[in-house]
């Protein structure tokens, strides 16, 4: 975990994962959102995939480190062990396919289980392009975020609607949180010396770290 | 291959009858690299105590000071009529490497050593003797295959270093114990496998889901899913025709195997079988294929043939795609194992940056490598895997470890981020068999050593 590249600068380094049922775009979210590319014919998602991009948030430069899983039940007991350290996630389900809304419940139960509270979760309705055909209405899905606290939006990894601001939402939102944090601490973030960690939550998990090379798990 | 159970009294016995083995596996393998002008080059054979386990592959072109044909079984100088006749090769043996560290290591590099001129004089016979070994190993194979009963364990042995294309389906539904080894039973029990298959599909696939349980439903669902996103850079799998086929290939299978159900990554197991049973009955390249070419028996027998040979496979895996998936997990710590013992360095680096195998391996280990390479060589690793047989899960441990340290000195070079991404997407869509057969090789004789002296390697 030595020195990081000059090209490579960042304030802080956060971890996000992407989950939801399998075939819900999960990949080509992240693969629009790092490398604006999309495919209607993606490979899927077997353990775990991993990318990153940096943004500016405020006056900071923010790095995402993005895990996104695999979506089939089957899994759950591999990607489940990525949860740990994340400070945001994207619960994604398909507008088009009921099935995977009505599953949103149980991703966040176990979400929840196993990170910490402060996560910032932002519900992503994705396939919004494919307007005929939608089986999920803004209404509930609106409804639904706003009882369980989490963010909400509709996206379309196709039509590359929204990608950026869902991202941007949650980096930024978990940037918030960091902040608050290190001022309760009563520590002035901008202050902190390079490579402190700071504790988004009571588990010491190197989640959101700042300015320093340090990236595992 | 069959010696992972080895215990000290009968090494010795199981090593020399192995050697012989041994010896035309390894030359054949050699064969294949040679043959497209590649040597086998041992570049820094020892290095402290740390382990010879660097293999480069260099061209004939370069200077071959170097260079040595090695081979970490046999103790002795030895000549095989079938390598090249008459002529004799230097080889060094892992107890002589073993007792050599403990003197000077850079003699031991001059001793393997033949000559600059000898050994370019060696190599131009070796790939003249490739090509005209060919057609000598095509007489092998169809000797061994016209019997009234196929000797398995001569098949098997030929075919770990790869069956000639039109040989394959043959090759394989024997290999995965399909099809019969007596000849007199093979059409008639094949002929009851593929009815078997169509009761089956009329019993479970074509029918309302009505009938169909939620789990089931849910099952299908996902298939339905993964189906169209099978190989997609093979345009052949895009067609509906053909994403019919592999949907009632995996709910069927999924349905009769209740334990593991449908899990992803299975779909990309069924492909290799897929190409290998339609090239019977379509020419040319995958690529020209279509599916409207052929009657519905003909895609109904190639369907049931894919059928039963992935029962046959995922048999000799059968937790692997059960809940929680421990057979994966457990290859998977194997494999870090072992890197650990062949590449400390590169075993200490990732370490030291975080990076589990989990991250990366999983994913070879649920798909075979399918997603790792070129589809084109997909068919030949299975010659190997197929080969194999019962011995397959332990022997992917060494073909991926040898997979993984191609990219050792890369690997050496990154942090975390980069490492997990690079390893997410390795630089093999250029590969060629030539790199394929130098993962193989690798492995092969990894897996040997360890094999047979387990205990001085440790540490
Ligand atoms: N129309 C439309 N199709 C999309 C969109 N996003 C993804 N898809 C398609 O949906 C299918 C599944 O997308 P993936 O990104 O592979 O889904 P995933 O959630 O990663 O699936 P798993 O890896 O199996 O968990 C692919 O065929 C995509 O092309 C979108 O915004 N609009
Ligand atoms: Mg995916």
Sequence with gaps: MGAYRADDDYDYLFKVVLIGDSGVGKSNLLSRFTRNEFSLESKSTIGVEFATRSIRVDDKVVKAQIWDTAGQERYRAITSAYYRGAVGALLVYDVTRHVTFENVERWLKELRDHTDASIVIMLVGNKADLRHLRAVSTEDATAFAEKENTFFMETSALESMNVENAFTEVLTQIHRVVSRKALEANDDPATLPKGQTINVGSKDDVSAVKKSGCCST | ?459
Aim: aromatic content about 10%.
């Design chain 2, 1 to 459: 291959m069959r010696n992972s159970n080895n215990t000290g009294e009968d090494r010795n016995k199981d090593a020399s009858s192995l050697s012989t083995t041994l010896d035309s596996r390894f030359n054949q393998t050699l064969r294949n690299v040679q043959g497209t002008l590649y040597i086998l080059k041992m570049h820094r054979l020892l290095k402290g105590r740390s382990f010879p386990g660097k293999v480069l592959i260099t061209r004939r072109s370069e200077p071959l000071d170097q260079s040595v044909l090695y081979s970490p079984n046999t103790g002795r100088r030895y000549s095989d009529t079938d390598f090249e006749q008459g002529q004799q090769v230097e080889i060094s043996t892992e107890n002589e490497l073993q007792n050599r560290s403990n003197t000077n290591a850079s003699s031991s590099v001059s001793h393997a050593t033949m000559g600059t001129e000898t050994m370019s004089k060696e190599i131009q016979k070796y790939s003249a003797g490739a090509r005209a070994t060919d057609s000598a190993r095509l007489m092998k194979f169809t000797k061994e295959l016209s019997g009234v009963t196929v000797i398995l364990e001569k098949l098997r042995e030929l075919a770990w270093s790869g069956v000639p294309p039109y040989l394959r389906p043959t090759v394989w539904r024997l290999l995965l114990g399909y099809a019969p080894s007596n000849s007199d039973r093979r059409e008639g029990i094949l002929r009851r496998k593929r009815l078997e298959y169509l009761d089956c599909v009329a019993q479970y696939y074509d029918i309302p889901d009505r009938e169909r349980t939620d789990e089931e439903i849910n099952m299908l669902r996902q298939i339905s899913v993964d189906c169209p996103r099978t190989v997609p850079d093979v345009s052949f799998f895009q067609q509906v025709e053909v994403q019919k086929s592999l949907e009632r290939i995996l709910y069927t299978w999924a349905i009769r195997h209740p334990a593991s159900g449908y899990v992803q990554g299975i779909n990309d197991l069924v492909t290799p079988f897929v190409v290998v049973f339609l090239s019977e009955h379509l020419e040319g390249s995958v690529d020209t294929w279509s599916m409207a070419d052929l009657s519905p028996e003909t895609i109904s027998d190639v369907e049931a043939d894919c059928y039963w040979c992935l029962s046959k496979l995922l048999d000799s895996m059968h937790d692997h795609y059960t809940f929680a998936q421990p057979g994966i997990q457990r290859l998977v710590f194997k494999l870090k194992e072992v890197v650990r013992r062949i590449d400390e360095p590169v075993s200490r680096h990732m370490e030291e940056q975080g990076l589990e195998f989990l991250q990366f391996a999983f994913r070879w280990f649920n798909c075979l490598l399918i997603r790792e390479i070129p589809f084109h060589l997909v068919t030949r690793l299975w010659d190997t895997y197929l080969a194999e047989g019962d011995a397959l899960p332990d022997f992917l441990v060494y073909i991926f470890a040898s997979f993984l340290l191609t990219w050792s000195d890369q690997l050496r070079k990154l942090e975390f981020q980069e490492m997990v991404m690079y390893l997410q997407h390795l630089p093999t869509q250029k590969w060629s068999h030539v790199e394929l057969e130098m993962v193989l090789s690798q492995a092969y004789m990894w897996h040997t050593m360890f094999n047979n002296s387990p205990s001085h390697l440790a540490g």
